[in-house]
């Protein structure tokens, strides 16, 4: 099993240098152990988070400069919205990505939905339904950019006349596509289908969304173990960290494979580090 590092927030208490704080934080993570480390897709703070004021900072340009931060750990927009770029700039930047940080990029990838910042900064909003068919017509770009398939692409949304990519990526056949959410019509199809991973939200539905997904791999002709299962959790040491380990231990049994979260009080740096010391150890033998 294995632990990832979400940071969806960039406030922090007494008001210190954020790139300084920021450093602390993914440096100490890396040195701890965590697989992956992660940032949100969003212009503004999401709700249950913050207020839309406070600081987000731009999810690429962040996780390029967390790359020059970090050795060993994986990166990844959890979750990029498709509506923000282009499929072609999209797959360039991952691209870049993996390049500049030795093949640790992941492309992470979902259909969006914070309307607020999307009219706030200008961005288009279409309907769910549309959102979802540029989500997948942006899926099957990366595939043909990555695969170094130039001829052009024709989409309903999009369309490419040469999808050169030019460094290819070091990671191959390409950096791993996690595909965000769990609706079982349409985004647990498009992880049997275009997708290396899921990230699903724990729930009581959890082994139903994974017997939808088995489902679909079933019907695409995909080897459902060939995709990885990760579960968004929240990492609380307040209280010790068995609950933690004993939580990660019933996903494992579940067939996840790594579970991916924000830590509660994270600017401190001791909760990385307790979870790196306790509970990583531990549930990788998972």
């Not at 697989?35 to 207020?51: E, K």
């Not at 700039?89 to 691209?95: D, M, S, Y």
């Not at 067939?255 to 979870?275: D, H, S």
Request: aromatic share 8%; glycine share 12%.
């Amino acid at each position: 099993m294995k632990v990832g590092l979400q940071i969806p927030s960039f406030t922090y208490p007494g008001d210190p240098v954020l790139s300084d704080r920021l450093a602390q934080i993914v440096t100490t993570a890396d040195q701890a152990g965590f697989d992956t480390i992660a940032v949100m897709d969003h212009f503004w703070q999401i709700r249950g988070v913050g207020a839309p004021e406070e600081p987000m900072l731009e999810a690429y340009t962040t996780l390029g400069w967390i790359a020059a931060h970090t050795s060993r750990a994986r990166l990844l927009a959890l979750i990029t919205g498709v509506i923000y770029r282009q499929p072609g700039l999209l797959a360039k930047i991952v691209t870049t990505l993996d390049v500049l940080s030795g093949g640790r990029a992941w492309l992470g990838i979902g259909a969006a939905w914070n309307e607020d910042e999307s009219k706030g900064l200008g961005f288009p909003f279409p309907p769910l339904a549309e959102r979802f068919e540029q989500l997948e017509e942006a899926l099957q770009i990366c595939h043909r950019m990555w695969g170094g398939d130039e001829s052009p692409y024709r989409g309903r949304h999009f369309q490419l006349d040469r999808p050169l990519n030019s460094p290819q990526p070091i990671t191959r056949p390409h950096p791993p596509i996690m595909i965000g959410g769990g609706g079982e019509k349409k985004t647990l199809r498009l992880v049997a289908q275009y997708g290396d991973a899921c990230n699903l939200f724990p729930s009581d539905e959890l082994q139903h969304k994974l017997d939808v997904l088995r489902g679909h791999c079933e019907a695409v002709g995909r080897d459902y173990d060939d995709i990885q299962k990760t579960v968004y959790y929240a990492y609380d040491t307040t209280h010790g960290v068995q609950k933690i380990v004993d939580d990660l231990g019933g996903f494992a049994e579940m067939g996840f494979g790594m579970a991916i979260g924000q830590v509660k009080g994270v600017y401190e740096l001791t909760p990385l580090e307790q979870i790196g010391s306790e509970v990583i150890p531990v549930v990788q033998l998972i």
